[in-house]
């Protein structure tokens, strides 16, 4: 029965994820959590982690300002991880604390710049 829901959630979590190619149609997808990547360099693997744990994952690559979307339930000083992996292979990962709702969006950007990839708050 343990393995049926761990299952069920996996599959959820990963249909309440999601990214979108900038040269796609404009596709408006749910999501209080959006991850953006302003490197003109290829990431994969971008996973949300709260607590050790794999709350969200999405494979698909992205790059040039293409965005990922994921939904976290409502919670108050909610700590999760965002992390990545970039075009050598490299895993890159930031810890960030934050209040969810679902009429709130937490915007974050991945960056590469001098040879250094950042992941931050997106303004």
């Known amino acids: 029965m343990k393995k049926f829901i761990l299952l069920f959630t996996l ?9 979108g190619a900038a040269n796609d149609n404009v596709v408006h997808r749910d999501g209080n959590l959006i991850v953006t990547n302003y490197s003109d360099y ?17 494979p698909k690559a992205i790059k040039d300002t293409q965005i ?22 490299e895993e890159h990962s ?3 604390t934050d209040n969810f709702t ?3 969006q937490i915007l974050i950007a991945i960056q590469y710049s001098d040879g250094v990839w950042t992941i931050n708050y997106d303004k």
């Open 11 to 19: 599959i959820v979590a990963l249909s309440l994820t999601g990214c």
């Open 42 to 58: 290829e990431i994969t693997d971008t996973t949300i982690t709260h607590l050790g744990k794999t709350i969200s994952v999405s």
């Open 102 to 104: 679902e009429d709130t």
């Open 68 to 89: 990922c979307y994921f939904t976290i339930d409502p919670a108050d000083d909610y700590v999760y991880t965002v992390s990545f992996v970039d075009n050598n292979g």
């Open 94 to 96: 930031q810890e960030f």
